[in-house]
């Protein structure tokens, strides 16, 4: 089966390489796709010093849209989705990730990072990890409905298929993998108010009560 990781990306420069030293030339891995949503730092350039394929949208769109236009410009049988963000990725721990489905054992792996707030780890769940493979038939035929998605809706969408379609799941631990705060990454105010923003696109994608019965349903489909 083809595998391709697809990386969206929104002002990265500053951390971007580091994931992307990480991802190229995995064995398990055949074509790397960078999506720079609109970014106004040097994201771009510094994705053009790797051997990957950059698609560079004109303006910021949001993580779904970001990964929405990747999706469309790869028909690989497996995705692996990286975020750009990571502290601390190693080969190995894309193995992890990709392995349960490339061997058939589940359709999605999701991360669970050093970092992943603390009652996601304690369930063994991080029900919003931006890092996973999954199957390319899970997401077949949802075009307009990626359209239709807010900016970061794209997570609790693809767990809402994920359930629908009754599959099996594998949580991969990452450890010593990190995700840098927003606090940290744009000041503690800005932070905030991203971190607002985000919680409001996932009740806007599935409410509140529907977040907790993913949480339940997904823990029960983990294998």
Same mark, same amino acid.
């Given at each position: 089966?083809?595998?391709?990781?697809?990386?969206?990306?929104?002002?990265?420069? =500053?951390?971007?390489?580091?994931?992307?030293? =990480?991802?190229?030339?995995?064995?398990?891995?055949?074509?790397?796709?960078?999506?720079?949503?609109?970014?106004?730092?040097?994201?771009?350039?510094?994705?053009?010093?790797?051997?990957?394929?950059?698609?560079?949208?004109?303006?910021?769109?949001?993580?779904? %849209?970001?990964? =929405?236009?990747?999706?469309?410009?790869?028909?690989?049988?497996?995705?692996?989705?990286?975020?750009?963000?990571?502290?601390?990725?190693?080969?190995?721990?894309?193995?992890?990730?990709?392995? #349960?489905?490339?061997?058939?054992?589940?359709?999605?792996?999701?991360?669970?990072?050093?970092?992943? #707030?603390?009652?996601?780890?304690?369930?063994?769940?991080?029900?919003?990890?931006?890092?996973?493979?999954?199957?390319?038939?899970?997401?077949?035929?949802?075009?307009?409905?990626?359209?239709?998605?807010?900016?970061?809706?794209?997570?609790?969408?693809?767990?809402?298929?994920?359930?629908?379609?009754?599959?099996?799941?594998?949580?991969?631990?990452?450890?010593?993998?990190?995700?840098?705060?927003?606090?940290?990454?744009?000041?503690?105010? %800005?932070?905030?108010?991203?971190?607002?923003?985000?919680?409001?696109?996932?009740?806007?994608?599935?409410?509140?009560?529907?977040?907790?019965?993913?949480?339940?349903?997904?823990?029960?489909?983990?294998?």
């Amino acid at each position: 089966m083809r595998l391709t990781c697809i990386i969206p990306a929104y002002n990265e420069a =500053a951390r971007l390489g580091s994931v992307l030293q =990480a991802v190229i030339g995995h064995p398990l891995i055949d074509e790397v796709l960078v999506v720079d949503d609109g970014s106004s730092d040097g994201t771009s350039e510094v994705a053009r010093g790797y051997p990957v394929r950059l698609i560079t949208l004109a303006q910021n769109g949001g993580k779904t %849209a970001a990964l =929405a236009r990747g999706f469309a410009e790869t028909a690989s049988e497996v995705v692996l989705l990286i975020d750009a963000d990571l502290v601390g990725l190693s080969p190995a721990h894309l193995t992890a990730l990709i392995a #349960p489905v490339k061997e058939g054992r589940a359709a999605m792996s999701i991360s669970l990072r050093d970092n992943a #707030p603390g009652p996601w780890r304690w369930i063994g769940l991080d029900y919003i990890s931006g890092e996973r493979a999954i199957r390319r038939d899970l997401i077949a035929g949802q075009d307009e409905a990626l359209r239709r998605l807010p900016k970061f809706g794209f997570e609790v969408f693809l767990n809402g298929l994920a359930i629908k379609a009754g599959v099996k799941i594998a949580v991969v631990r990452l450890p010593g993998v990190v995700s840098p705060l927003k606090s940290a990454k744009y000041g503690f105010w %800005a932070g905030i108010w991203g971190d607002v923003l985000m919680m409001r696109d996932l009740f806007r994608a599935v409410p509140p009560l529907g977040l907790i019965r993913q949480i339940i349903a997904m823990r029960r489909m983990r294998v």
